[in-house]
């Protein structure tokens, strides 16, 4: 992903441009690997947090440690290629949105190799959740690709909680909320193979990360605030 990511967007925008990689609970060397290409790309700097903070977590630190007018994020695993980023990048510069975000759903998306069945069905049921749930009108809101204006980020990021599957419909959720211009995209996806996921224990975390987010966001968040004070050493939560 680096060296697919490092020289496309320094040749296009020099020191304008910068990269930086939230490392936690790493036990794979990624800091060392990050490290390694430092001395060659002075845009590259990187986050360590020994704890598990998950993606939500992640994102965040790495949201308030951005300086640039336009702050995005994408998945480390290349499944983005960058010039589908830049393509994302452009579009929220030249019609001047709060958000530009990445779709494998919408007319044009090009996704190879094709999802197995039960991967699209297992996305299409959690989007449907999604639509019910929060009215949020996207068709891919799990796309790891997404570019935002640096204001409206920031108004949301004091609202955001950290959770591992809810995070990005937390996170546009709060957008609609505050009324910001978000606009979805088709996108170019390349599915890495080897994925570690399991879907049907995805699955089931992806649903209760949905149910705990909706209730957090109702007059019903004294629920979860009672589950964290008093229950959670009790019956823990899923992994974040």
Avoid at 23 to 49: C, F, P, W
């Amino acid at each position: 992903m680096l060296d697919a990511y490092l020289p496309f967007f320094a040749e296009r925008y020099g020191d304008d441009v910068e990269f930086i990689t939230v490392i936690n609970g790493s036990t794979d060397a990624t800091e060392d690997v990050v490290s390694g290409y430092k001395s060659e790309h002075s845009q590259l700097r990187s986050i360590i947090e020994p704890g598990r903070i998950g993606k939500g977590g992640a994102l965040i630190g790495g949201f308030e440690a951005a300086e640039g007018d336009l702050i995005g994020f994408v998945d480390a695993d290349g499944s983005t290629p960058p010039e589908a980023f830049q393509d994302l990048v452009e579009k929220a510069e030249t019609e001047k949105l709060d958000g530009a975000i990445a779709s494998r759903w919408i007319k044009g998306s090009d996704v190879s190799p094709k999802q197995p069945f039960i991967r699209q069905v297992t996305s299409r049921i959690f989007n449907i959740c999604i639509k019910m749930l929060f009215g949020l009108r996207f068709t891919d809101t799990q796309c790891g690709a997404k570019v935002f204006r640096r204001g409206p980020l920031m108004a949301v990021l004091p609202h955001l909680g950290i959770t591992r599957w809810a995070f990005d419909v937390d996170l546009l959720f709060q957008f609609r909320r505050c009324k910001a211009q978000v606009t979805e995209y088709p996108t170019t996806w390349r599915d890495v193979e080897g994925s570690k996921l399991a879907v049907t224990e995805a699955s089931v975390e992806m649903l209760l990360a949905l149910v705990r987010l909706r209730l957090v966001h109702s007059p019903f968040g004294w629920i979860v605030r009672f589950y964290d004070r008093y229950l959670l050493r009790i019956i823990p939560a899923p992994q974040p």
